[in-house]
């Protein structure tokens, strides 16, 4: 390496992608800037996946600070490969095994190639940037413009690198002290490690500024000594900073830039749900470490308290019985340790969305007969797990299970087989919405597989991903129900065949189910009926159907299809055009309840997206594109103070005549 600029140049990473020459253009890194990336899995040869053509998984529509949480449900029939889609996604950080070819009969008599796991950015003009696994190997690349990036078996774990620092540190002290001529050139490098250790150690991002020219500075100095020197000592010490430099390239190029402000390689977390009840919150002082809840509790409070919490507590106790049970022994070391858990309950409340009015607070209680207490507070008010929702009672096991324990952070992948299998069915109505809000909230992917319909939502079918398998027992995964038949007009059934329900299972008998023509205008639909939160709206059900037909028979066959689907009450909303008003002709002497959008709006509509005004077309440009995607990425992530009067005013006029009770007979046409 010659001079401190080639060594900068070769730390710009992305920048690198999109310049035609190889040199960095600051037109070029600010067009990057721009881009607006979704987030996918791609599998590749892995198992029973991806065995004719590549896979994929939709994880984000948008891939970016505030819009990257979200909840992601697998459906499908028992082997259908639910699991190894969850292990698939899991295996782009822990690696691939033999085991992961496929066994399937009519496909390992064929030259497969190795398995490929992928994360996948892409971008309409940027393209596809990817991590790929093969084996062991990472590789990190832009399709078509990028030289790979091999990244091999490095641990992508600053604290790993940190550890790389250290040793660096330790070698230096080795040879100075055995006196291999670095004499006083030793004192400003073992300086320079030190800050950049205690950077990389501490609570900022590594991949900041001050590390990155912490890092750049030690690295020069080594390689100024190693260069005047020749072979020797510093030859080895710029070996290992070489080693942490791929990793930190990596960081610094991907990160730095760190795709709309989130990281290009985030955690991914397998997750077991743990149950926590109020015998959690006891134990006797001789069993903290057998319970889970302390565990978690004490070690992470253990970072800001000299001595072992565990060991404080053994202490107290013995001099306790000591000193005649004086209970201010056990008093001071309450105090000690409960002034230590308020940074539990700032993460907890942090967290916990609906705790932002009046938080948790968690308190260690000493009883003098040996039994410590974990008791929590809201206000004034002692907290008892088995009152609390099913909603709380989880992520309070989450988060002391799992949370305290991981360093969960946004952008990260959370992985859940089968969750909530033991609770009620408004059980797990509730977890799921819980868990839709707290990755919303927290810019978290939970990816669940599960074969209960009470984990799925009418209002929120752009979350499912069906998988399914093929005659060969090849796996399909589509992230759109609708196009998992897009011959059947029905297209619930990809929902109620994998779970083996009807639809009653679904839907209230209060409820009206509204078909209207397709997944864009369901998820504009439920948006606002999410957004308005009138009560009067939550018996109105939307529910996208596959095409109007190109003619009148075909309009018919699609009609009498909806009509034999069973709903207590079913009504259809067309558009206002050629094959909207044709459907609805076809349609007049049913007793089908049938809407026209430009009827309903005097005909100064004719889709669902000229309800939105001029200004929020502008604002949000996608629309008329009617991609599934970014209308389900809008439904997710959008207030109600996102939109202008106008639009609001135009939905909820149409949710009005809707849901008004008293126009029944005007409804039928």
Wanted: aromatic content about 10%; overall charge negative; proline content about 2%.
């Amino acid at each position: 390496m010659g001079n401190s600029n080639e060594f900068e140049c070769s730390f710009e990473g992305f920048c690198k992608v999109y310049s035609k020459d190889g040199c960095c253009d600051a037109d070029v890194i600010k067009s990057f800037e721009k881009q607006k990336f979704s987030r996918y899995v791609r599998f590749e040869n892995f198992r029973n996946i991806g065995l004719e053509e590549p896979q994929e998984i939709l994880l984000n529509a948008r891939y970016e600070k505030g819009r990257a949480g979200d909840l992601i449900v697998l459906i499908g029939a028992n082997n259908s490969g639910k699991s190894n889609v969850l292990d698939g996604i899991c295996g782009i950080r822990k690696g691939i095994g033999l085991n992961d070819k496929t066994l399937l009969v009519d496909y390992t008599g064929a030259d497969f190639a190795d398995p490929k796991l992928s994360l996948v950015y892409k971008d309409k003009s940027a393209g596809e940037i990817m991590l790929q696994r093969i084996g062991n190997r990472l590789t990190w690349f832009n399709c078509g413009r990028l030289n790979k990036t091999d990244l091999n078996e490095i641990d992508l774990d600053w604290k790993r690198i940190a550890e790389d620092a250290d040793d660096i540190r330790e070698k230096v002290d080795y040879y100075d002290v055995r006196g291999y001529g670095l004499q006083c050139t030793a004192i400003p490098i073992k300086d320079d490690i030190n800050v950049l250790v205690r950077l990389l150690n501490g609570d900022a991002k590594p991949a900041n500024d001050k590390a990155y020219e912490a890092y750049v500075k030690v690295f020069q100095r080594i390689h100024d000594i190693s260069k005047r020197n020749g072979d020797g000592v510093f030859d080895k010490l710029k070996s290992d900073m070489d080693n942490i430099k791929k990793v930190f390239e990596y960081k610094s190029s991907g990160i730095r830039v760190e795709l709309e402000g989130l990281p290009g390689f985030p955690k991914i977390h397998e997750y077991s749900i743990d149950e926590v009840d109020d015998e959690c919150l006891s134990s006797s002082k001789d069993s903290l470490a057998e319970k889970a809840v302390f565990v978690s509790l004490l070690r992470y409070i253990s970072t800001d308290i000299s001595e072992d919490p565990v060991e404080m507590i053994s202490v107290s106790y013995e001099q306790f019985k000591n000193n005649n049970k004086n209970k201010a022994i056990l008093r001071a070391c309450e105090k000690k340790i409960n002034a230590m858990l308020g940074i539990v309950g700032k993460r907890f409340n942090g967290l916990y969305s609906e705790a932002s009015d009046m938080g948790y607070e968690f308190e260690i209680e000493l009883v003098g007969s040996g039994i410590v207490n974990l008791n929590i507070f809201r206000g004034d008010n002692s907290v008892v797990l088995a009152n609390q929702s099913e909603g709380f009672k989880w992520f309070f096991a989450f988060f002391f299970n799992f949370i305290l324990n991981n360093d969960l952070t946004a952008g990260d992948i959370v992985l859940m087989d089968e969750p909530a299998m033991n609770l009620h069915p408004s059980g797990q109505k509730e977890l799921r919405k819980f868990i839709k809000e707290f990755a919303t909230n927290n810019d978290i992917t939970f990816v669940v597989a599960t074969q209960s319909p009470f984990f799925i939502d009418v209002d929120n079918y752009d979350e499912l991903r069906l998988v399914s398998v093929g005659d060969k027992g090849a796996v399909r995964i589509d992230n759109s129900f609708c196009a998992a038949d897009s011959d059947e007009p029905d297209t619930i059934s990809s929902i109620k065949r994998p779970l083996t329900i009807e639809q009653h299972v679904l839907y209230d008998i209060d409820t009206e189910v509204i078909w209207v023509e397709g997944i864009t205008d369901y998820n504009y639909l439920t948006m606002f009926k999410r957004l308005f939160g009138d009560e009067k709206y939550n018996k109105l059900a939307f529910l996208p159907f596959n095409g109007v037909g190109k003619n009148d028979q075909k309009a018919m066959e699609i009609l009498g299809k909806l009509k034999s689907i069973r709903f207590h009450k079913a009504g259809l909303l067309v558009d206002g055009d050629k094959a909207g008003k044709a459907m609805l002709k076809v349609a007049e002497n049913s007793d089908f309840y049938s809407y026209c959008i430009s009827k309903i709006c005097d005909g100064k509509f004719k889709e669902i997206e000229d309800l939105f005004s001029a200004e929020d077309k502008k604002k949000y440009p996608f629309l008329k594109e009617k991609k599934t995607y970014l209308s389900s990425d809008l439904k997710n992530h959008s207030k109600l103070d996102d939109f202008s009067d106008e639009t609001r005013d135009n939905f909820r006029s149409l949710f009005d005549y809707l849901s008004d009770g008293d126009c029944e007979e005007e409804k039928k046409t």
